[in-house]
Nanobody, 115 residues
Framework: QVQLVESGGGLVQPGGSLRLSCAAPGRIFSSYPVSWHRQAPGKQRELVAVITSSGRTDYGTSVQGRFTISKDLPKNTVYLQMNSLKPEDTAIYYC?????????WGQGTQVTVSS
Protein backbone atom coordinates (compact mmCIF):
# COMPACT_ATOMS: atom_id res chain seq x y z
CA GLN A 1 0.00 0.00 0.00
CA VAL A 2 1.33 3.41 -1.00
CA GLN A 3 1.62 5.91 1.85
CA LEU A 4 2.45 9.59 1.58
CA VAL A 5 4.25 11.39 4.38
CA GLU A 6 4.17 15.19 4.57
CA SER A 7 6.52 17.34 6.59
CA GLY A 8 7.77 20.90 6.85
CA GLY A 9 4.80 22.71 8.31
CA GLY A 10 5.04 25.12 11.19
CA LEU A 11 4.54 28.67 12.40
CA VAL A 12 5.89 31.50 10.26
CA GLN A 13 5.46 35.26 10.23
CA PRO A 14 3.68 37.03 7.37
CA GLY A 15 6.05 37.47 4.46
CA GLY A 16 8.07 34.43 5.45
CA SER A 17 8.71 31.16 3.65
CA LEU A 18 8.26 27.45 4.27
CA ARG A 19 8.99 24.36 2.21
CA LEU A 20 6.69 21.37 2.52
CA SER A 21 7.76 17.87 1.56
CA CYS A 22 5.72 14.86 0.46
CA ALA A 23 7.57 11.56 0.41
CA ALA A 24 6.55 8.19 -0.98
CA PRO A 25 8.26 4.85 -1.53
CA GLY A 26 9.77 3.95 -4.87
CA ARG A 27 9.75 6.01 -8.05
CA ILE A 28 6.00 6.49 -8.06
CA PHE A 29 6.18 10.24 -8.61
CA SER A 30 7.75 9.69 -12.01
CA SER A 31 4.57 8.05 -13.30
CA TYR A 32 1.59 9.74 -11.65
CA PRO A 33 0.42 13.29 -10.93
CA VAL A 34 0.79 14.77 -7.45
CA SER A 35 -1.01 17.75 -6.02
CA TRP A 36 -1.04 19.85 -2.89
CA HIS A 37 -4.33 20.88 -1.31
CA ARG A 38 -5.18 22.85 1.79
CA GLN A 39 -8.09 23.17 4.15
CA ALA A 40 -8.62 26.06 6.52
CA PRO A 41 -11.04 25.86 9.47
CA GLY A 42 -14.61 26.15 8.27
CA LYS A 43 -13.65 26.11 4.61
CA GLN A 44 -13.65 23.54 1.85
CA ARG A 45 -10.45 21.84 0.79
CA GLU A 46 -8.92 23.65 -2.18
CA LEU A 47 -6.31 22.83 -4.78
CA VAL A 48 -3.02 24.66 -4.29
CA ALA A 49 -0.73 23.20 -6.94
CA VAL A 50 -0.31 20.15 -9.17
CA ILE A 51 2.62 18.57 -10.98
CA THR A 52 2.11 15.96 -13.68
CA SER A 53 4.26 12.92 -14.38
CA SER A 54 5.96 14.91 -17.14
CA GLY A 55 6.65 17.85 -14.82
CA ARG A 56 4.00 20.28 -16.02
CA THR A 57 2.74 22.48 -13.19
CA ASP A 58 -0.39 24.45 -12.43
CA TYR A 59 -1.47 26.59 -9.46
CA GLY A 60 -4.51 27.92 -7.70
CA THR A 61 -5.10 31.61 -8.36
CA SER A 62 -4.56 32.58 -4.72
CA VAL A 63 -0.99 31.22 -4.68
CA GLN A 64 0.10 31.95 -8.25
CA GLY A 65 3.50 33.61 -8.26
CA ARG A 66 4.19 32.83 -4.60
CA PHE A 67 4.23 29.02 -4.41
CA THR A 68 6.26 26.56 -6.46
CA ILE A 69 5.69 22.82 -6.75
CA SER A 70 8.58 20.58 -7.78
CA LYS A 71 9.74 17.01 -7.50
CA ASP A 72 13.04 15.28 -6.82
CA LEU A 73 12.72 11.81 -8.28
CA PRO A 74 15.95 10.32 -6.81
CA LYS A 75 14.65 11.37 -3.37
CA ASN A 76 11.07 10.23 -4.11
CA THR A 77 9.84 13.60 -2.84
CA VAL A 78 7.53 16.36 -4.04
CA TYR A 79 8.03 19.83 -2.60
CA LEU A 80 5.89 22.90 -2.18
CA GLN A 81 7.98 26.03 -1.76
CA MET A 82 5.84 28.75 -0.22
CA ASN A 83 7.07 32.34 -0.28
CA SER A 84 5.49 35.66 0.74
CA LEU A 85 3.16 33.83 3.07
CA LYS A 86 -0.02 35.55 4.22
CA PRO A 87 -2.27 34.89 7.22
CA GLU A 88 -4.89 33.55 4.81
CA ASP A 89 -2.48 30.77 3.83
CA THR A 90 -3.02 29.27 7.28
CA ALA A 91 -4.41 25.76 6.80
CA ILE A 92 -3.64 22.07 6.94
CA TYR A 93 -1.77 21.15 3.78
CA TYR A 94 -2.19 17.73 2.19
CA CYS A 95 -0.47 16.05 -0.71
CA UNK A 96 -2.41 13.74 -2.98
CA UNK A 97 -1.30 11.10 -5.44
CA UNK A 98 -3.56 9.91 -8.24
CA UNK A 99 -2.53 6.28 -8.55
CA UNK A 100 -4.24 3.86 -10.94
CA UNK A 101 -7.65 5.46 -10.46
CA UNK A 102 -7.27 5.89 -6.72
CA UNK A 103 -6.66 9.01 -4.69
CA UNK A 104 -4.07 8.58 -1.99
CA TRP A 105 -3.80 11.34 0.61
CA GLY A 106 -1.16 12.11 3.16
CA GLN A 107 -1.93 12.84 6.78
CA GLY A 108 -1.52 16.60 6.43
CA THR A 109 0.82 19.17 7.91
CA GLN A 110 -0.25 22.36 9.67
CA VAL A 111 0.92 25.73 8.35
CA THR A 112 0.20 28.78 10.49
CA VAL A 113 1.04 32.28 9.30
CA SER A 114 0.84 34.76 12.16
CA SER A 115 2.80 37.53 13.80
Amino acid sequence: QVQLVESGGGLVQPGGSLRLSCAAPGRIFSSYPVSWHRQAPGKQRELVAVITSSGRTDYGTSVQGRFTISKDLPKNTVYLQMNSLKPEDTAIYYCKLEFRGYEIWGQGTQVTVSS
